[in-house]
């Protein structure tokens, strides 16, 4: 069975940082692709960033050159460095394993 836990969300203010980290169970992990989705109020969840199982990445345009997705095959843990924060990044963030396993969601809200 596959457990995703993240980690480190929060309050910040506009142009602050924020990391989040996600901490998954089984051998799986370092075979399979990690992302990071997000979904705000009233809006469909929709992707952040993913990394491949060889460390490839891609990012959604909002975010690409502000946030950062790297993988410890070593910890079983992905994180989502994210910089130059801003209002509209407020959502709950969901770590994702291989398109199928969902984390619980971890809140992020930026005041401007």
């Known amino acids: 069975q596959v457990h995703l836990v993240e980690s480190g969300g929060g309050l910040v203010q506009a142009g602050g940082s924020l990391r989040l980290s996600c901490a998954a169970s089984g051998r799986i992990f370092r075979i399979n692709d990690m992302g990071w989705y997000r979904q705000a109020p009233g809006k469909q969840r929709e992707l952040v960033a993913r990394i491949t199982s060889g460390g490839s990445t891609n990012y959604a345009d909002s975010v690409r050159g502000r946030f950062t997705i790297s993988r410890d095959n070593a910890k079983n843990t992905v994180d989502l460095q994210m910089n130059s924060l801003k209002p509209e990044d407020t959502a709950v963030y969901y770590c994702?394993?291989?398109?199928?396993?969902w984390g619980q969601g971890t809140q992020v809200t930026v005041s401007s």
């Open positions: 994702n394993m291989a398109y199928v396993y």
